[in-house]
């Protein structure tokens, strides 16, 4: 198959799939190059090869970076719900010529390694509170001192200085 820009072949997959928006597969492309950056192969003379688990690891790092606590909405948004569809997503892309695949690179390396509630929502929720007893420390009380009084007429015995 001849290797096509990924637009075009971006309009060529989802002429008979159309569940993941075109967004979609740019950015599991830049998510990619993102992964081999990450794991430092880019220098490497041979084309990087990135396995499942680490091209997810890449995916997960890079909604977070780019979208923060809306990462979840807007890979839904793109038809992007589990790690399956990122898995089918780049069986596409290698279909079509646009990634490489080694021997052992299979769509069962896109397994659920984790859920998207986990990976996209979980990061940005509050920590629960500690449910060790907070350390408290008994003080006797300390005696009271004695506080002038105020707004008392004048002449008045309390205050005054008359006993």
Same mark, same amino acid.
């Given at each position: 198959m001849p290797n096509l820009p990924l637009a075009e072949t971006v309009r060529k997959i989802r002429q008979y799939d159309s569940r993941f928006s075109p967004t979609a597969y740019e950015f599991i492309r830049q998510c990619?190059? *993102?992964? !081999?950056q990450r794991l430092g192969r880019s220098g490497d003379k041979k084309p990087a090869h990135v396995r499942g688990g680490e091209l997810l690891e890449g995916f997960r790092g890079l909604a977070l970076r780019e979208f923060g606590p809306m990462a979840k909405t807007v890979l839904n948004e793109w =038809? %992007? /719900?589990?790690?399956? *569809? +990122? =898995?089918? %997503? +780049?069986? /596409?892309?290698? /279909? *079509? =010529? !646009?990634? =490489?695949q080694s021997e052992t690179d299979r769509p069962d390396d896109f397994q659920e390694i984790w859920t998207f509630t986990e990976a996209f929502e979980t990061p940005f929720q509050p920590k629960a509170p500690s449910l060790k007893a907070p350390s408290v420390v008994w003080r006797a009380?300390?005696?009271?001192?004695a506080s002038p009084?105020?707004?008392?007429?004048p002449g008045s015995q309390a205050g005054s200085g008359k006993l």
């Open positions: 990619l190059d *993102h992964s !081999i =038809g %992007i /719900q589990n790690c399956s *569809h +990122v =898995g089918e %997503i +780049v069986f /596409q892309l290698v /279909q *079509h =010529g !646009i990634l =490489g009380p300390s005696p009271k001192k009084r105020r707004n008392r007429k």
